[in-house]
């Protein structure tokens, strides 16, 4: 039986078919929904918010989505669209300095994603310890140079946490990262799991290991994201790519040639500010690693 009086509002973390885990609005712990039956075909993303009651035999079923203010979709290599989350602002990249080894590539293209989906992106290095001083200094000041937001956080130390709740508070982010960079540390010091189920592609009755996480911040959240690789720009043409590197910006119609890929063709603007040290020689590398991925 269903009890209008018990119906709450509730943030989706990590989804099945039919089911899916939530949070109740102000609260971090995950809960196991069903989907309404007759709501079995909507699609439900990461920070969708919802309608959810409790029934009679204490199962959560989900009866409403409400509205999306934002959807953040990417084209998939098969060129099809496909929502990756709901009611997001920003996201924030997790990176370690060092073990594993800070990879500018993938932190790169993180970045162009967000300036192409204009998402404001965060960058929250870790591991610093572990790495030597001066190649800590070079990645920060590289960076921050070009306006993003770089933290060095220690989440067992709890140094940075307090930066992060100022900066997180009254933003919806999503949190990205590869396995080994301190995610899990990063909710366990921010007070919420370290880990949840994630819902069965069957998506009633049974749970597997890992991968949601939110954390509630004042008037916002942090939700884990899919992998990395749901970030990758595939199909994105080099025009869209080298927009997403914000320092190419200045130079982007100024080359000989209107379709220049930025790659090889002569009278290049962006590589020639590459020689003149304008633009760094590592997120040139990142762009054409990307390109020539996407071209090849």
């Not at 800590?136 to 960076?143: G, N, P, S, V, W």
């Not at 994630?198 to 916002?220: D, K, M, N, P």
């Not at 063709?265 to 633009?279: F, Y």
């Amino acid at each position: 039986m269903r009890d209008v009086a018990a119906v709450r509002l509730a943030r989706v973390v990590s989804v099945g078919r039919n089911a899916a885990w939530i949070a109740f609005e102000g609260s971090d712990e995950l809960l196991f929904a069903s989907l309404r039956k007759h709501l079995e075909r909507l699609s439900l993303v990461p920070g969708d918010l919802v309608r959810a009651v409790p029934m009679d035999d204490e199962r959560l079923v989900i009866d409403h989505r409400e509205p999306r203010t934002f959807a953040l979709e990417r084209k998939t290599a098969g060129g099809r669209i496909k929502t990756m989350a709901a009611n997001v602002d920003g996201i924030a990249i997790v990176s370690a300095f060092a073990q594993p080894p800070f990879t500018p590539t993938m932190v790169d293209e993180l970045l162009a994603f967000a300036e192409i989906h204009d998402l404001k992106a965060r960058l929250l290095l870790t591991k610093a310890d572990l790495a030597e001083r001066p190649d800590i200094e070079r990645i920060l000041a590289l960076y921050g140079r070009l306006g993003y937001m770089v933290l060095s956080i220690n989440p067992r130390a709890r140094v940075g946490l307090d930066e992060v709740d100022r900066e997180f508070q009254g933003h919806q982010t999503l949190l990205i990262g590869q396995s080994g960079v301190g995610k899990s540390s990063l909710f366990r010091a921010l007070g919420g799991p370290a880990t949840v189920g994630e819902v069965s592609a069957i998506g009633r009755g049974r749970q597997t290991t890992t991968t949601g996480r939110l954390h509630h911040f004042a008037h916002g959240f942090l939700i884990d994201s899919p992998g990395v690789s749901e970030f990758e720009l595939h199909g994105e043409p080099w025009s869209e790519v080298a927009y997403g590197f914000i320092e190419f910006r200045p130079y982007l119609g100024k080359c000989r040639f209107s379709d220049c890929s930025h790659r090889s063709e002569p009278d290049c603007a962006i590589r020639a500010a590459v020689k003149t040290g304008e633009i760094s020689a590592s997120r040139f590398e990142s762009y054409t690693s990307i390109v020539n991925c996407e071209r090849s």
